[in-house]
């Protein structure tokens, strides 16, 4: 089975701290992604990566960056929190193949005082 | 433009009524697949089912059933005999030919409430 790990389920932070979220995948999968989800508006992609080192903007990237050094983790990092990042965030995984279906980490609610 | 819509916010349903989850997309590819994911309250979203353009057979999967109409774009979710365990939120998704990547455009969810 694959299995996508977050490092927290919840994460309190204040405004202006860097903030970092881990997600790790062991299947060895090409493709990751990072989602935020909000009541109402389903999931939106934020960034994802396609291989190591790189990275592609997804919807809504503004206040976010990402990092890929090894295949199996993708770090989502908040340079500067701010309120209007309280949300659930989202970790997913994939093959590089079009028909492949997207497996998902636990989540980290992450709520920003 | 790429787009979900689940019309449905919220549904409530007693156990063992039938309940039919909508999901409309927009899309102007060709080639595409369609996915439903269940969220329970646990968190974690869990794959259903994917269905490729070019295959429009209604699935059945024990209680669950999917139905697939390209003539009127949609891809709606049938429970035969909720449980309360069906209780969770419910996400359509598109994934069409966005530069090859593999993305999913998502729908806003559907939150089922099954009760005793």
């Known amino acids: 089975d694959v299995k996508v790990t977050q490092s927290s389920r919840y994460l309190v932070k204040r405004t202006g701290e860097k903030v970092f979220l881990e997600c790790v995948q062991d299947?060895?999968?090409?493709?990751m992604f990072w989602y935020r989800q909000d009541p109402g508006l389903g999931l939106r992609l934020i960034y994802f990566?396609?291989?190591?080192?790189?990275?592609e903007k997804g919807d809504i990237p503004e206040g976010y960056s990402v990092s890929r050094e090894k295949k199996e983790r993708f770090s989502l990092i908040l340079e500067s929190a701010s309120t209007n990042q309280t949300s659930m965030y989202l970790c997913?995984?994939?093959?590089?193949?079009?028909?492949?279906?997207?497996?998902f980490g636990p989540g980290t609610r992450l709520t920003v005082l | 433009a790429q787009k979900v819509t689940q019309a449905q916010t919220e549904i409530s349903v007693v156990e063992k009524e039938d309940v039919t989850l909508d999901c409309v997309y927009e899309?102007?590819?060709?080639?595409?697949?369609l996915f439903w994911y269940k969220q329970p309250p646990s968190g974690v979203l869990v794959f259903l089912i994917r269905?490729?353009?070019?295959?429009?057979q209604n699935e059945i999967s024990g209680r669950y059933s999917w139905n697939f109409q390209k003539s009127t774009s949609s891809f709606n979710f049938t429970i035969t005999a909720s449980q309360v365990v069906d209780s969770a939120v419910y996400f359509c998704?598109?994934?069409?030919?966005?530069?090859?990547?593999?993305?999913?455009?998502f729908g806003a969810g559907t939150r089922l409430a099954v009760h005793p």
């Open positions: 269905r490729n353009s070019f295959d429009e």
């Open positions: 299947m060895d999968h090409e493709n």
């Open positions: 998704a598109l994934r069409g030919s966005f530069g090859g990547y593999n993305k999913l455009i």
């Open positions: 997913a995984s994939a093959t590089g193949l079009r028909t492949d279906t997207q497996y």
């Open positions: 990566s396609y291989d190591v080192k790189m990275k």
């Open positions: 899309t102007r590819d060709t080639t595409y697949y």
